[in-house]
Every structure is written in structure tokens, then in C-alpha cells.
């Protein structure tokens, strides 16, 4: 049994997997929160699919060839990667540990496939699926943002309801019905996360400080 990346001397950081069909705003909903909450690190995946007109090489992902994802698969570089509507996406293990490691929490784009990888091997990462409030409402964005054919908008939508089914094992859902509220949500799940990691560190901080003033049996 493969025993999971564990924190070294340094804590590492927290690592939010967030899920979500394509079209239900998820790009939008972290960006947002990553301007507005500090901290935060964007792990960039690799992907065999083309660039959309709106996507930047680094920022949004790693665009590489089918062979030059074949062969990293081989060399063991991916923490977790798939095969979704034709195309392979995939995350690295140095990217996540260089960052995890120095204490930043990051955030991972990544289906409800490599979230059951990631969650089998990294410690500390917290699940969250992004729902849309109906599938005819996910039908309107995927038409209203004009990146499809009609063709592929239906693989879209039945590959929408598939990944859903998986979201019962997630740690949180939010319905992305208004992108505002949507956004308070998921910061409000980190900065709930965040207190939870350190609740331990904290309190043995003030016992050692109370026992320094009052001495252990003060009362």
C-alpha cells in the first residue's frame, strides 16, 4: 500500500480540489476568490487539448502533444491524470509538492478522477464540487459562451450528469447559482479549513504560554 506524501519539518500546505461540469462557472468562481483571499497557489495542469482563445500556455494549463504526455505518464511525473472527451489532462507531483511543501495551500482544477487520486495520496486535501443550479441552466452557459458545437455540448451535458453522481463523496458542494454567493462559500470553506489546521498548533501555543505565567496546576 502506497503510504501518502507526509508533512515534513515544515507544515504542509492544504490542497483544495475543486470539481465541477464543464461550463458551471468554476474558472470564474476561483479566480475570483484567489484575488480576494491570500495565499493562494493555482496549480497549472498539463492537457493534450487545444487552447481556447481566452486561455494562456502556464497560466491556464500546460498545453503539450499526446506523445509528450505518453512519455511523462511513463516517467511516473503525474500525482494523477485522465482522459476526459477525448483529451488527457494530468497534474505533476513535483509541482504539487514543491509548493505544498513550503507551506502554500494550493488549489487543484482537476475531475472527480484524479480528485479519488489525489485524495489517496496527498494529505490534507479537502474535496469541493461545484454544482450548476440546473442542468438546463448548464445548458444555457455552455450555448451562451460559444465554445462548442451543438454535438459536443451534448457530450458536455451527459458527461455532466456522470461526474454529478460522483459529487456524494466530496467534502463540500456548492450550487453556483449566483457567482457572489458562490464566492463566499468557497472563501468561507478555506477560511474555516485553514483554522482547522491550525487549531492543534494554536492551542499548545497558548497552554505553553499560560503555563510560563501561571505555572501547570494554576487554576
Not at 511516473?76 to 513535483?94: D, Q, R
Not at 458545437?149 to 454529478?164: F, H, Y
Amino acid at each position: 500500500m502506497k503510504s501518502k506524501l507526509q508533512t515534513g519539518a515544515k507544515e504542509r500546505g492544504l490542497v483544495f480540489v475543486i470539481s465541477a461540469p464543464s461550463g458551471t462557472g468554476k474558472t470564474t468562481l476561483v479566480r475570483r476568490v484567489m484575488e480576494q483571499l491570500p495565499d493562494l497557489h493555482f496549480s497549472v495542469s498539463y492537457t493534450t487539448r487545444y487552447p481556447r482563445s481566452n486561455e494562456q500556455e502556464g497560466e491556464d494549463y500546460y498545453f503539450v502533444s499526446s506523445s509528450v504526455f505518453q512519455k511523462m505518464v511513463e516517467r511516473g511525473e503525474f500525482l494523477e491524470w485522465a482522459k476526459v472527451l477525448g483529451n488527457f489532462y494530468g497534474t505533476t507531483l513535483a509541482s504539487v509538492n514543491q509548493l505544498a511543501s513550503k507551506g502554500m495551500d494550493l488549489i487543484l482544477d482537476i475531475d472527480t478522477q484524479g480528485a479519488k487520486k489525489v485524495m489517496e495520496k496527498v494529505d490534507q486535501t479537502i474535496l469541493i464540487y461545484i454544482l450548476p443550479p440546473s442542468l438546463e441552466a448548464l445548458r444555457e452557459r455552455l450555448v451562451e459562451r460559444g465554445l462548442d458545437s451543438p454535438e459536443m455540448i451534448q457530450l458536455r451535458l451527459a458527461s455532466a450528469r456522470k461526474d454529478m453522481e460522483e459529487a456524494h463523496w466530496y467534502h463540500y458542494l456548492i450550487v453556483n447559482e449566483k457567482i457572489d454567493d458562490a464566492i463566499e462559500t468557497l472563501k468561507a470553506i478555506i477560511i474555516a479549513e485553514r483554522c482547522r489546521k491550525v487549531k492543534d498548533s494554536v492551542l499548545g501555543e497558548k497552554m505553553r504560554e499560560w503555563e510560563e505565567h501561571h505555572g501547570k496546576n494554576y487554576c
